[in-house]
């Protein structure tokens, strides 16, 4: 009976929690517009091969562009110094690796991993370079 008490005590305190950490949600996720400007999305494409089968019921897709995109902020950065222009680089290229990673852990390729994650880093990279190259003739 202890036992039957205790859980329905500890739902209602779960739920308040639960409740404030959403109610705080939208408060934390607005952002000051300077702040969402300091941003880079970074797109990590691979593409996903898939069996085809010849059945009226299931179309042959023979392969998909399956993108991940993320952001790199720069918000803490100076963009007119260098070496801050060098930390975001190395911002860049890490989000670049860890998304091309997690894309070839969700869709695992066949047998040309290494390669593949290195063709993914690189067009991951060339996807921020425009807003990279914005931001810096911003920042002079």
């Given at each position: 009976?202890?036992?039957?008490?205790?859980s329905v005590r500890t739902v209602p305190i779960f739920l308040a929690i639960a409740g404030l950490s959403?109610?705080?949600?939208?408060?934390a996720a607005q952002e000051e517009p300077e702040?969402?400007?300091?941003l880079v999305v970074v797109q990590a494409p691979v593409v996903v091969e898939r069996k085809s089968e010849n059945r009226a019921?299931?179309?042959?897709i023979p392969s998909e562009i399956v993108e991940l995109k993320r952001?790199?902020?720069?918000?803490?950065?100076?963009?007119?110094d260098s070496?801050?222009?060098m930390e975001l680089d190395a911002r860049i290229e890490a989000i670049a690796e860890d998304s091309c990673e997690m894309l070839a852990e969700m869709f695992p390729f066949d047998g040309t991993g290494k390669a593949e994650i290195h063709r993914c880093m690189k067009r991951a990279i060339a996807s921020a370079l425009d807003q990279k190259e914005r931001a810096i003739a911003a920042a002079h």
């Open positions: 009976m202890n036992m039957y008490i205790k959403l109610a705080a949600t939208p408060l702040t969402l400007e300091k019921s299931h179309p042959v952001q790199v902020s720069f918000a803490d950065l100076d963009l007119a070496a801050d222009v």
